[in-house]
């Protein structure tokens, strides 16, 4: 439809405020070169400081910087980092929303796992459907945990395991799909569909779809050649059968 908002909110995209390549001026200028509203989601995090925003003090900042210009104020965060569970409720209302991301996850056992591990560390080359199941667990308790709006390209999933086996859906089971869109029902926490990373799959979001789950459109942009381009994930949207009805539409708070 002409009028539908598909395609037309990027709400997930980054500046050098944290690791983006562009100015915001620039993410601004893009975004209205290619007909979207944006939303600036850089990284809020204390795993790496040099980068990130990583105390409140640079997030009061931060939020300031936001105030005026007409994007949707937004940030991404850890969930292996507890920063936004301390943070004030107050300054928590300040954002139009809130983005988690699964950027490291804890193993049974103890240590951290990597959604971007090339090579599985002992012990898990020889137990990775028990590293998927430990993935997915993680994610069910970010969404009930963090004070977050969207999961954003939560479906990425180690490189790693598509070495073994290339099929998506012998890693994201039936099961670990139910398992997921539950938690996003139960929680009311929308699923982004990543323009970037190219995921969820189709039988997810068809899945999420049928059980009421809300949906975002997110670049994921750092680059120039990135940010606002939704191309991916508007025709994905529209091919699992998501509307309107469903999409996750913030609003800006001040």
């Given at each position: 439809?002409a009028d539908s908002l598909i395609g ?84 928590l209302d300040r954002f139009d929303y ?157």
């Open positions: 439809m037309r909110q990027d709400l997930h995209a980054h500046t050098t405020m944290s690791d983006g390549d562009l100015p915001l001026e620039r993410v601004i200028e893009l975004a209205r070169e290619r007909g979207v509203m944006i939303g600036i989601a850089d990284h809020i995090s204390r795993r790496n400081v040099d980068r990130f925003v990583a105390t409140e003090a640079q997030l009061q900042h931060y939020l300031e910087v936001l105030e005026a210009p007409m994007v949707f104020r937004s940030g991404e965060f850890c969930w292996c980092d507890d920063f936004a569970l301390s943070l004030p409720q107050e300054v809130r983005i988690g991301s699964n950027h490291g996850f804890n193993l049974p056992g103890g240590g951290m796992g990597s959604p971007w591990w090339q090579k599985l560390p002992d012990p898990w080359g020889t137990r990775p459907q028990e590293l998927m199941d430990a993935m997915v667990d993680e994610l069910c308790r970010m969404v009930k945990a963090m004070p977050i709006h969207i999961a954003a390209h939560s479906t990425l999933t180690p490189p790693a395991l598509y070495e073994m086996e290339s099929d998506v859906h012998a890693w994201w089971t039936e099961a670990r799909e139910d398992r997921w869109i539950e938690a996003l029902r139960a929680s009311g926490v929308a699923l982004e569909i990543s323009n970037r990373y190219r995921l969820p799959h189709d039988r997810l979001l068809v899945k999420a779809r049928e059980a009421g789950v809300r949906f975002s459109l997110g670049s994921d942009g750092h680059t120039e050649a990135q940010v606002g381009r939704l191309e991916w994930a508007a025709e994905t949207a529209r091919r699992v059968g998501y509307t309107d009805a469903l999409l996750f539409v913030p609003e800006r708070r001040r």
